[in-house]
């Protein structure tokens, strides 16, 4: 151990230098790990004024300050959620993770994978596939997540599809500051359903109810032998839109 400070005890280890992997007392990169104490505060006045930076992937670099770049030897990190000037130049802005959050957000209101080689082929990018639905509102409701069972304000979901747009803006100084993002989606998250939303959910309720007697009525009843009808998807059931 290094020593210990107010916020934690400080260890000094070392990792093999191709690897990154711990290596024995001595040998490869000398690095400094502190581990914080539970009830330590440190760094939480940079996440509440929005200055972190984070990197994955099993890197750790400086990440970009204000409108700068940060430029990348190498492209890493997941496909489907890298911004395009990332993936085109190895260009790091600010607003890069802006695009990634935006990919998120669309995963979670669809409930479907960013790529799923499963879903047709010209579903398969799930950007690529329903960025052009979105501001179509009747295309929105089916690509929504059916588990929701229209459980939402529909007004909220329309909002989040439009964030969703701006972050997802192949313009990286066109879209939004997370800053901006939090802003919009704490809004959001206030929103109540309305009578028409909870109209639209109890009509739901009543089809997938008389969807599941119909279907129950058509399994055979000889002798216990079971029956298939070539059953619904749990999942979406992928629409060509």
Known sequence: MLGEGGFGKVFKGWVDPKTYAASKVGVGI??????????????????????AKLSDFGLAKFGPVDSNSHVTTDIVGMYGYAAPEYMSTGHLYVKSDVY??????LE????????????????????????PLLPNKN???????????????????????????????????????????????EKISKMEMTPKDL??????????????????????????????TGGGHSQHEYQSY
């Open 30 to 51: 000398p690095v400094a790990v502190k581990k914080s104490s539970p009830d330590s505060e440190q760094g939480l006045k940079e996440w509440q004024d929005f200055n």
């Open 108 to 131: 979670i209101i669809t409930g479907m994978r960013v790529l799923d080689s499963s879903r047709q082929p010209h579903q398969y990018n799930l950007v690529k596939w329903t960025k």
């Open 199 to 228: 109209k639209a959910q109890t009509k739901h309720l009543k089809d997938e109810e008389r969807r599941l007697r119909k279907r129950s009525s058509t399994l055979p009843t000889n002798h216990g032998g079971i029956g298939h």
């Open 100 to 105: 990634g959050f935006g990919v998120v957000l």
């Open 139 to 185: 295309k929105l409701r089916n690509l929504m997540d059916p588990r929701l069972e229209h459980g939402y304000p529909f007004q909220a979901a329309s909002q989040v599809a439009e964030l969703i747009i701006r972050c997802l803006n192949p313009q990286c100084k066109l879209r939004p500051d997370m800053e901006q993002v939090l802003g919009k989606v």
